[in-house]
């Protein structure tokens, strides 16, 4: 996407236009060079989406931009004011579907019409008395009326000056259809009794006596099926963003006046508490205010193990309440809600163009007069030669049939349309086509520790307790005394003990000790829980064994709860950030797609080379300022190296954005995810390696398709033109290219995650 500004530094407004009546890339193409020429606006058009991206200054006029597509032959519709986007998906899939109807019906028509005419052209000892003129009933309603879109199309280009594919097979089509009635109806071809065989390539002989109509039928009919394939298989294209708009809740239970009324989702308002029973859809984005449940998000994270959450939880709309009974207070509607950002990210994507696909689109938008230069070459060269006029015709009908570069506009947009879709539906959102080339290049990759390889919350990871004191009874004691207070390390402690000992009593006396612990009375126990100097404070030490551990724990970078009552230390409680699960195969994964891992936090070395270690990495940045990380960064990539960082805090977003590529965890904060090229919705490690695979994936289908599509055209024009391609087999071809073009992209929707690692 160019979302290049206007030429003075007033705020711009970007709208999304519906454009109708585009066949080809070149289409496409002019459509973008006349919006770009209005003063002030900035505009992408994309052939597969059927969408223009359009960036104007803001209070522009944008019934001039419609305006401009309208003259240019086309049609525009500006988005609805506040429409909800799903609404709009409909709208827009509604339309499409009867273009895709429409579409069907002339194809079937036209193949029962054309098939006999190609029959008869085809085999000689099924032509009959008036055989030729059988054909020419048959294929002038399939020349007339199904390759009509053609013509029209050709018809409008033509009055504003320009030609695009439309124009190349309405021209080769009309020119072998005329030249079979001048032979009929003028030359010796409508005489009783003429027979003629069919021949691969062109051949010289009379051509008055020689008709072209099985090449008139079959090129409509076999461009026709490429068209309905080609839109069908866009519709497919597309279908995980149709999907996704389609997750959320239709209608929602809400609180009002202490009663549930079920009211349609688009009156729900911010503000609103509303009830989500087990099995339901949560209706949009909010915060828990009663209840307690598991919740399955995996139709927006790819995650499918179950998240708990609770009072004061936060949930996406769109996932599924799996458990018990949930109140939710509406903090999100509409637009505002991360299902509908989700889906603008994928939009987003999917409307902009890789450096790759501008360079398709520049060639697609000179093939056209190229072609046509050509076809008229080739037949003033076969004239010039002294070949009848016939063959030289034929020559320059195939050069125009085969030429059509409907496989080069659909190189780059179908694989980006399916490629962007999957990756929503895997919990990975790739900002925008640009960044794809940027994958490809990236050889190191730094990882922020907190919250990307560790979970970023502290947990409870060990119990050390003094000989004749229970493990039991420690938790109890000391979790009923941390449970009252709002550290961290205590609520580690807290949720630790109450996961294996149950409910914790409540304490007789509390109180909190600044910067040293806490301290009360628990079951007619004084209890002390803190720092070892708390606990000296009261008179009780440590023992050698556990002041040995506690060194130990130390060494490894964890934080120590020194826990005593009644006059002595009675045991430790190590806290520490948890390593997620995935993190030591999301590194190993990542090693394989010949990345180099690095670690950086701003921890200690220990903490970090312990982390590292425990996860396969080898280069550790350590002790590192929030504000520092972006020159780290820097530094690495003044070495030569391509860097891609992976984080999810707000001290990360400089780093991301100074990044080659930037992948933001989507657990993180508003910020990291603005500043990313990438956001990794499950909030996993693996996500990382899966986006960067996704990202080489559609790259490479990309070049596959470009390579074809350009492949094909130089190989296939110079046969036409030297007269070795019928032109009904040369319209054959050309469909073959669209339809190929489209099936490599739509292989992109099997792509899963691997646990093993793969080079993609």
Same mark, same amino acid.
């Given at each position: 996407?160019?979302?290049?500004?206007?030429?003075?530094?007033?705020?711009?407004?970007?709208?999304?236009?519906?454009?109708?009546?585009?066949?080809?890339?070149?289409?496409?193409?002019?459509?973008?060079?006349? +919006?770009?020429?209005?003063?002030?606006?900035?505009?992408?058009?994309?052939?597969?989406?059927?969408?223009?991206?359009?960036?104007?200054?803001?209070?522009?006029?944008?019934?001039?931009?419609?305006?401009?597509?309208?003259?240019?032959?086309?049609?525009?519709?500006?988005?609805?004011?506040?429409?909800?986007?799903?609404?709009?998906?409909?709208?827009?899939?509604?339309?499409?579907?009867?273009?895709?109807?429409?579409?069907?019906?002339?194809?079937?028509?036209?193949?029962?019409?054309?098939?006999?005419?190609?029959?008869?052209?085809?085999?000689?000892?099924?032509?009959?008395?008036?055989?030729?003129?059988?054909? !020419?009933?048959?294929?002038?309603?399939?020349?007339?009326?199904?390759?009509?879109?053609?013509?029209?199309?050709?018809?409008?280009?033509?009055?504003?000056?320009?030609?695009?594919?439309?124009? !190349?097979?309405?021209?080769?089509?009309? &020119?072998?259809?005329?030249?079979?009635?001048?032979?009929?109806?003028?030359?010796?071809?409508?005489?009783?009794?003429?027979?003629?065989?069919?021949?691969?390539?062109?051949?010289?002989?009379?051509? =008055?006596?020689?008709?072209?109509?099985? $090449?008139?039928?079959?090129?409509?009919?076999?461009?026709?099926?490429?068209?309905?394939?080609?839109?069908?298989?866009?519709?497919?294209?597309?279908?995980?963003?149709?999907?996704?708009?389609?997750?959320?809740?239709?209608?929602?239970?809400?609180?009002?006046?202490?009663?549930?009324?079920?009211?349609?989702?688009?009156?729900? &308002?911010?503000?609103?508490?509303?009830?989500?029973?087990?099995?339901?859809?949560?209706?949009?984005?909010?915060?828990?205010?009663?209840?307690?449940?598991?919740?399955?998000?995996?139709?927006?994270?790819?995650?499918?193990?179950? %998240?708990?959450?609770?009072?004061?939880?936060?949930?996406?709309?769109?996932? %599924?309440?799996?458990?018990?009974?949930? $109140?939710?207070?509406?903090?999100?509607?509409? #637009?505002?809600?991360? !299902?509908?950002?989700?889906?603008?990210?994928?939009?987003?994507?999917?409307?902009?163009? &890789?450096?790759?696909?501008?360079?398709?689109? *520049?060639?697609?938008?000179?093939?056209?007069?190229?072609?046509?230069?050509?076809?008229?070459?080739?037949?003033?060269?076969?004239?010039?030669?002294?070949?009848?006029?016939?063959?030289?015709?034929?020559?320059?009908?195939?050069?125009?049939?085969?030429?059509?570069?409907?496989?080069?506009?659909?190189?780059?947009?179908?694989?980006? +349309?399916?490629?962007?879709?999957?990756?929503?539906?895997?919990?990975? +959102?790739?900002?925008?086509?640009?960044?794809?080339?940027?994958? *490809?290049?990236?050889?190191?990759?730094?990882?922020?520790?907190?919250?990307?390889?560790?979970?970023?919350?502290?947990? !409870?990871?060990?119990?050390?307790?003094?000989?004749?004191?229970?493990?039991?009874?420690?938790?109890?004691?000391?979790?009923?005394?941390?449970?009252?207070?709002?550290?961290?390390?205590?609520? =580690? %402690?807290?949720?630790?003990?109450?996961?294996?000992?149950?409910?914790?009593?409540?304490?007789?006396?509390?109180?909190?000790?600044?910067?040293?612990?806490?301290?009360?009375? %628990?079951?007619?126990?004084?209890?002390?829980?803190?720092?070892?100097?708390?606990?000296?404070?009261?008179?009780?030490?440590?023992?050698?064994?556990?002041?040995?551990?506690?060194?130990?724990?130390?060494?490894?970078?964890?934080?120590?709860?020194?826990?005593?009552?009644?006059?002595?230390?009675?045991?430790?409680?190590?806290?520490?950030?948890?390593?997620?699960?995935?993190?030591?195969?999301?590194?190993?994964?990542?090693?394989?797609?010949?990345?180099?891992?690095?670690?950086?936090?701003?921890?200690?070395? =220990?903490?970090?080379?312990?982390?590292?270690?425990?996860?396969?990495?080898?280069?550790?940045?350590?002790?590192?300022?929030?504000?520092?990380? &972006?020159?780290?960064?820097?530094?690495?990539?003044?070495?030569?190296?391509?860097?891609?960082?992976?984080?999810?805090?707000?001290?990360?977003?400089?780093?991301?954005?100074? =990044?080659?590529?930037?992948?933001?965890?989507?657990?993180?904060?508003?910020?990291?995810?603005?500043?990313?090229?990438?956001?990794?919705?499950?909030?996993?490690?693996?996500?990382?390696?899966?986006?960067?695979?996704?990202?080489?994936?559609?790259?490479?289908?990309?070049?596959?398709?470009?390579?074809?599509?350009?492949?094909?055209?130089?190989? #296939?024009?110079?046969?036409?033109?030297?007269?070795?391609?019928?032109?009904?087999?040369?319209?054959?071809?050309?469909?073959?290219?669209?339809?190929?073009?489209?099936?490599?992209?739509?292989?992109?929707?099997?792509?899963?995650?691997?646990?093993?690692? *793969?080079?993609?």
């Amino acid at each position: 996407m160019s979302d290049a500004p206007s030429r003075t530094d007033e705020p711009v407004t970007t709208v999304d236009l519906e454009i109708g009546g585009m066949t080809c890339a070149s289409c496409a193409m002019r459509i973008e060079k006349k +919006l770009n020429r209005l003063d002030g606006v900035t505009a992408t058009v994309n052939y597969a989406t059927e969408k223009a991206k359009v960036t104007t200054p803001a209070g522009y006029d944008l019934a001039a931009v419609v305006a401009e597509v309208e003259k240019t032959g086309y049609t525009a519709a500006l988005p609805a004011p506040e429409e909800d986007p799903a609404l709009a998906a409909g709208d827009a899939d509604g339309a499409r579907d009867t273009e895709l109807l429409t579409l069907r019906d002339r194809l079937v028509v036209s193949v029962v019409l054309a098939v006999p005419v190609i029959a008869l052209a085809m085999v000689p000892a099924w032509q009959f008395t008036y055989w030729q003129w059988a054909s !020419l009933t048959l294929a002038a309603p399939v020349v007339l009326w199904g390759a009509w879109p053609f013509h029209r199309a050709a018809w409008t280009n033509l009055r504003h000056g320009a030609a695009t594919m439309d124009t !190349l097979v309405s021209v080769g089509v009309l &020119a072998a259809f005329g030249w079979s009635l001048y032979a009929l109806f003028v030359g010796t071809a409508g005489e009783p009794g003429m027979t003629h065989g069919f021949e691969l390539s062109v051949a010289p002989f009379d051509g =008055a006596a020689y008709i072209y109509l099985e $090449v008139a039928a079959g090129v409509t009919v076999f461009v026709l099926a490429g068209r309905w394939f080609e839109k069908r298989s866009k519709r497919r294209a597309g279908a995980a963003l149709r999907a996704l708009l389609e997750l959320g809740a239709k209608d929602v239970a809400v609180l009002r006046g202490g009663s549930e009324t079920r009211v349609p989702i688009g009156d729900l &308002a911010v503000g609103d508490e509303f009830v989500v029973r087990p099995g339901e859809k949560i209706a949009t984005d909010g915060e828990v205010v009663a209840g307690s449940s598991a919740v399955d998000a995996s139709m927006l994270t790819g995650e499918s193990v179950p %998240v708990e959450v609770g009072v004061g939880d936060t949930v996406a709309g769109a996932t %599924v309440n799996a458990g018990g009974r949930l $109140v939710v207070r509406a903090t999100q509607v509409g #637009a505002g809600t991360q !299902l509908a950002r989700i889906a603008q990210l994928v939009e987003d994507a999917q409307s902009g163009k &890789a450096e790759v696909q501008r360079l398709a689109d *520049r060639v697609s938008g000179i093939f056209v007069p190229v072609v046509i230069a050509i076809a008229v070459a080739t037949l003033a060269f076969w004239l010039g030669a002294g070949f009848p006029a016939t063959a030289a015709l034929t020559a320059a009908v195939a050069v125009l049939i085969i030429a059509c570069p409907c496989a080069l506009g659909l190189a780059t947009p179908t694989a980006l +349309l399916v490629g962007t879709g999957r990756g929503a539906q895997l919990g990975i +959102l790739i900002k925008g086509p640009e960044i794809l080339e940027s994958t *490809r290049k990236v050889d190191t990759v730094v990882l922020d520790k907190t919250g990307t390889v560790t979970t970023g919350k502290m947990a !409870l990871l060990d119990v050390v307790v003094e000989a004749g004191t229970s493990r039991g009874e420690l938790l109890r004691l000391a979790g009923a005394l941390e449970d009252a207070s709002e550290h961290p390390v205590a609520q =580690a %402690v807290a949720k630790g003990a109450t996961q294996e000992v149950g409910v914790l009593p409540v304490p007789e006396s509390f109180e909190s000790v600044r910067g040293e612990g806490v301290q009360g009375v %628990v079951d007619g126990h004084a209890v002390v829980v803190g720092r070892q100097s708390l606990l000296a404070d009261w008179s009780q030490y440590l023992s050698p064994e556990l002041a040995e551990a506690k060194s130990r724990a130390e060494a490894e970078g964890r934080t120590v709860v020194a826990v005593g009552w009644d006059g002595q230390a009675r045991g430790l409680l190590v806290v520490a950030d948890r390593i997620k699960p995935t993190s030591a195969d999301a590194v190993a994964r990542l090693r394989a797609l010949g990345l180099t891992p690095v670690l950086l936090t701003g921890d200690n070395r =220990a903490v970090a080379e312990q982390v590292a270690a425990a996860v396969g990495i080898t280069d550790v940045v350590a002790e590192v300022l929030p504000q520092d990380k &972006a020159d780290v960064v820097a530094r690495l990539q003044a070495e030569g190296k391509v860097v891609a960082m992976v984080g999810d805090g707000v001290n990360d977003a400089p780093a991301l954005a100074q =990044a080659d590529l930037g992948l933001a965890m989507g657990t993180g904060t508003d910020a990291a995810i603005e500043a990313a090229d990438i956001t990794l919705v499950r909030g996993d490690l693996g996500a990382a390696a899966d986006a960067i695979r996704l990202s080489r994936s559609t790259l490479g289908t990309i070049k596959a398709n470009l390579f074809w599509a350009f492949g094909y055209n130089v190989a #296939a024009i110079p046969l036409a033109a030297l007269g070795l391609l019928n032109p009904m087999l040369a319209g054959a071809a050309m469909a073959f290219s669209s339809v190929f073009v489209v099936g490599n992209s739509l292989r992109l929707r099997s792509f899963g995650r691997s646990s093993v690692a *793969r080079t993609p």
